[in-house]
C-alpha cells in the first residue's frame, strides 16, 4: 500500500507560480509511475500530467501544456508539479496519484491540496 502526501498548496495571484510536491510512505514512490490530477468545484476530477518511473516520459493536460512542469526526484521519493503563469481557472484541489506502470489505471491518491489562484 502506498501513502501519498502533496503540500505546496496556497493563495497565489494571476500570473504567479506554486510548487506541489508529492511524497509516498510505505512503498518507494520511484516504483511507481506518478500523476497529478485537481478537482475543481462543481466539476469532475480531471488529468493534469503525468510522469513514467523514470522521469523519462511525460505528458500534460492540454490547458497547461508549456505552463506546468511535472518531474520527479527518485532519490528523494518525490514528484513534482511546478505551475507558472497560473490563472484563476487553474483553481482547485490537486492530488497527487500513482500507478503501477504506465497506462494502467491510478490506483493510490493522496489527500489532495488547494490552490487558489485570485485575479
Known amino acids: 500500500q502506498v501513502q501519498l502526501v502533496e503540500f505546496g498548496g496556497g493563495l497565489v495571484q494571476a500570473g504567479g507560480s506554486l510548487s506541489l510536491s508529492c511524497t509516498a510512505s510505505?512503498?518507494?514512490?520511484?516504483?511507481?509511475?506518478a500523476g497529478w490530477f485537481r478537482q475543481a468545484p462543481g466539476k469532475e476530477r480531471e488529468f493534469v500530467a503525468a510522469?513514467?518511473?523514470?522521469?523519462?516520459?511525460?505528458s500534460y493536460e492540454n490547458s497547461v501544456k508549456g505552463r506546468f512542469t511535472i518531474s520527479r526526484d527518485n532519490t528523494k521519493n518525490m514528484v513534482f508539479l511546478q505551475m507558472n503563469s497560473l490563472k484563476p481557472e487553474d483553481t482547485a484541489v490537486y492530488y497527487c496519484?500513482?500507478?503501477?506502470?504506465?497506462?494502467?489505471?491510478?490506483?493510490?491518491w493522496g489527500q489532495g491540496t488547494q490552490v487558489t489562484v485570485s485575479s
Open positions: 510522469i513514467n518511473r523514470s522521469g523519462g516520459t511525460t
Open positions: 496519484a500513482a500507478r503501477n506502470f504506465w497506462g494502467s489505471k491510478y490506483d493510490y
Open positions: 510505505g512503498r518507494t514512490l520511484s516504483n511507481y509511475a
